[in-house]
């Protein structure tokens, strides 16, 4: 009823749902087991971004209500960054200090993505999320690269309520 009357929602929305789903293909633990990516917090925050970005992209393709719902994606995942920061107990007077360094590197890593995403360049790409994601596993760039690629592909067939619903994400490889 507090929730109600402080105008809060009850129930995600399909942002939140996207997210949710982003986040869970992120934390796929073939990503850490079989792809070398290491299991921190900030390796999880490049996963984060890539699946996000995918979906994004994926959502800008399905005209204005796609990109009114890619809006509202990267809204959602902007403000769990800052509810994840004070959970991990970073103060009030900290938190948008951070949230500035936070979302500078969103931007980056989704700038450095997207060319290769676009445009196919699977070598591009490894060479950006190997820097990012996995710059102690050499291997893991191209893995990971291929990836993404098999998961735009993925994504392209897919309509906003089969994306809402639960994205056809494909195989990590192992």
């Known amino acids: 009823m507090l929730k109600r009357l402080l105008g809060l929602k009850s129930r995600p929305d399909a942002a939140d749902r996207l997210y949710a789903h982003a986040v869970a293909q992120a934390r796929d633990v073939r990503f850490y087991a079989g792809l070398g990516v290491a299991d921190r917090i900030d390796s999880r925050f490049e996963l984060y ?3 996000v970005q995918l979906l994004i992209l994926r959502l800008q393709e399905l ?3 796609g990109r009114d719902l890619a809006q509202r994606l990267f809204d959602v995942f902007v403000s769990a960054l800052d509810n994840d920061l004070r959970e991990l107990g970073v103060g009030d007077l900290s938190v948008a200090k951070k949230m500035r360094k936070l979302s500078e590197q969103v931007y980056g890593r989704m ?3 997207e060319p290769g995403l676009k445009g196919g360049d699977e070598t591009d790409l490894a060479g950006a999320l190997g820097r990012n994601v996995a710059p102690e596993a ?4 191209s893995a990971l690269a291929g990836y993404a690629l098999a998961a735009k592909a993925a994504l392209a067939g897919q309509d906003v309520r089969a994306l809402i619903q639960g994205p056809n994400w494909p195989e990590v490889p192992a």
């Not at 050499?138 to 760039?141: L, P, V």
């Open 49 to 51: 971004v890539l699946h």
């Open 63 to 65: 005209g204005d209500e």
């Open 111 to 113: 700038s450095a993505y």
């Open 138 to 141: 050499s291997a893991a760039g």
